[in-house]
Nanobody, 126 residues
Framework: QAQLQESGGGSVQAGRSLRLSCSHS???????IGWFRQAPGKEREGLVS????????YYADSAKGRFAISQNSAKNTVYLQMNSLKPEDTAMYYC????????????????????WGPGTQVTVSS
């Protein structure tokens, strides 16, 4: 099993920034951590992921430009920096772990990630 825990969510005004953290651990093999979000009534959306070894990042189009992923391997923590937040960014944000073959194009597909945190709510007001 892998355990993941998100933190850093909250309520902010449009234009502000938030940094989410994902603490991960476990004995199960996993090589990638991804960030996803789900707004009420919508499907879960992949935003960005990072391979633990090598740090290669894969951004979905919706995350390019305003969101940035990073990791501190010593702390087993992955971060999601979100800038210039918009009301449409309001959602529950999840981090997830998976074991993927790199470069096959699955890095932001929720179905490929087997372990999930409980999520952290982000609410952006106008």
């Amino acid at each position: 099993q892998a355990q993941l825990q998100e933190s850093g969510g909250g309520s902010v005004q449009a234009g502000r920034s938030l940094r989410l953290s994902c603490s991960h651990s476990g004995y199960t093999y996993y090589n990638i951590i991804g960030w996803f979000r789900q707004a009420p009534g919508k499907e879960r959306e992949g935003l960005v992921s990072i391979y633990k070894s090598g740090g290669t990042k894969y951004y979905a189009d919706s995350a390019k430009g305003r969101f940035a992923i990073s990791q501190n391997s010593a702390k087993n923590t992955v971060y999601l920096q979100m800038n210039s937040l918009k009301p449409e960014d309001t959602a529950m944000y999840y981090c997830a772990a998976g074991a993927l073959d790199e470069g096959l194009g699955h890095e932001n597909e929720a179905s490929k990630f087997g372990y999930w945190g409980p999520g952290t709510q982000v609410t952006v007001s106008s």
